[in-house]
């Protein structure tokens, strides 16, 4: 299979965390986000247990419970740090649209939740990589394809904090683990760029973490 790789290329380098240019107004229909999670599902799981689940959000009331518990969890530290942080740095930009978007998560048409079957055993790192490493692959594919089409989301876990309350008003069951939520929306434009990186052989070591790869 021959791939376009300029295509490809700048899906994988432009496919943002979007948040002040999500379009509150623009519907998302059924049909695009089954799509998406369709191609989701493609992302490989530990053991191949596909134990991927997605919940939709549309409910008006839900999604603001669901606002609300974000900024419960960590409204007052986005705004503290968005206030204090340089306006005119990277970071002061991110943190000033990550508060942005704390204020007005609720008004995303579509808010999903990805969820794996299973809850941590224990804090292992080894167990922690296993349950998260077959959810967090699938979210990110859902993102690239909503990047294709027009759409773009943001991967937050601020909610996380109150899993157990977001899991009472969703019906979510005790054997289910939320990995994140994803406000989800058309993009108003989509002229996004690379992002300002350091150069990967920076941070990149050969055989041992001393010896820079180059």
């Known amino acids: ?6 295509q490809t290329d700048a899906l994988l380098s432009t496919t943002r965390a979007v948040r002040k240019r999500l379009d509150f107004e623009r519907d998302v229909p059924d049909d695009v986000l089954i799509d998406c999670l369709q191609l989701a ?27 609300e518990m974000y900024r419960r969890a960590g409204g007052e530290y986005l705004a503290a740090a968005s206030s204090n942080a340089d306006s005119g740095s990277q970071t002061g ?10 204020q007005h998560l609720g008004e995303a048409p579509v808010l999903v939740i990805p969820m794996i079957i299973g809850r941590l055993e224990d804090n292992s790192t080894n167990s922690a990589a296993g349950l998260f490493g077959s959810i967090i692959p699938a979210i990110w594919s859902f993102q690239l394809a909503l990047r294709s089409r027009g759409l773009g ?21 005790d054997h289910m683990t939320q990995a994140a939520l994803l ?16 150069p990967v052989e920076n941070i990149t070591y050969l055989d041992t973490y001393k010896n820079p790869i180059r």
């Open 41 to 67: 599902t493609q992302a490989p799981t530990g053991s191949n247990q596909q134990g991927w689940r997605w919940l939709v959000v549309r409910d008006a009331d839900k999604k603001e419970a669901l606002a």
């Open 93 to 102: 930009r991110v943190l000033d649209s990550a508060n942005y978007l704390a």
């Open 153 to 173: 989301s943001c991967y937050t876990t601020l909610h996380l904090g109150l899993e157990q309350e977001a899991a009472e008003l969703l019906g979510i069951p």
């Open 183 to 198: 406000p989800v929306a058309y993009t108003t434009g989509t002229d996004f760029k690379p992002a300002a990186r350091p």
């Open 1 to 6: 299979m021959d791939f376009d790789l300029s």
